[in-house]
């Protein structure tokens, strides 16, 4: 997905849409922040993770162990909901266009591992001002290009602190390239997502 936030920008979508990137070391991340939302959380969450294509998708059944929201491998075409978490297989780039989730297959995106990039991009395109994108423990750049649309679109830029993540390289590259609105740990993080959802009625 290559569009940037504000020339093709729908912003067709009004709830809050969340998007968390990973790579190495990020799981335990990932299920620090979930484990620490709310049942009634107002928004919803996409994941994006650097996987194998040939690895089982273990993410879903390891996180419906620490929340009660609802949690999906999505097919091409689903309505976005709120209050529900949507996790990408390991051979597919999990983006959004307007209100629905949108499966490419395409082997060169997954390979070029750009997959955190093109999920905050399209949510930076869907839901604008409501958008919002977190990275998390990683190596290398996936994910800069994906703030700064977000940072564009007028939404929210969240990176983990370096020193509370495994590996540092993606919060460290992330916060050397673009402004982002709050750096934290996984709990901090957790917390600041809330305030994000706090008083929001999804629809």
């Known amino acids: 997905m ?15 849409l969340i998007g968390i990137g990973a790579s190495a070391g990020g799981l335990q991340a990932i299920v620090e922040i979930v484990d620490l939302l709310p049942t009634h959380f107002q928004g919803a969450l996409m994941i994006a993770t650097h996987r194998s294509s040939t690895a089982p998708n273990v993410l879903p059944s390891l996180l419906q162990n620490y929340t009660r929201l609802r949690i999906s491998e999505p097919l091409d075409g689903d309505k976005l909901s709120c209050t529900h978490i949507y996790i990408g297989r390991p051979d597919e780039v999990l983006t959004v266009e307007g209100g629905e989730v949108h499966i490419d297959l395409d082997p060169e995106h997954i390979r070029n591992l750009d997959r955190i990039d093109d999920l905050f991009t399209s949510i930076a395109n869907a839901a604008g001002k409501n958008s919002v994108g977190v990275i998390l423990s990683g190596m290398l750049w996936d ?42 740990t996984t709990i901090e993080i957790a917390s600041r997502l809330v305030e994000l959802g706090a008083g929001r009625n999804c629809q």
């Open 2 to 16: 290559n569009s940037i936030a504000g020339k093709s920008n729908e912003n067709s979508y009004g709830n809050l």
């Open 143 to 184: 994910g800069v290009d994906g703030l700064k649309a977000i940072k564009e679109a007028g939404g929210t830029c969240i990176v983990q602190t370096p020193e509370d993540a495994t590996f540092d390289s993606m919060p460290k590259n992330a916060l050397e390239s673009v402004e982002c609105d709050f750096v934290g």
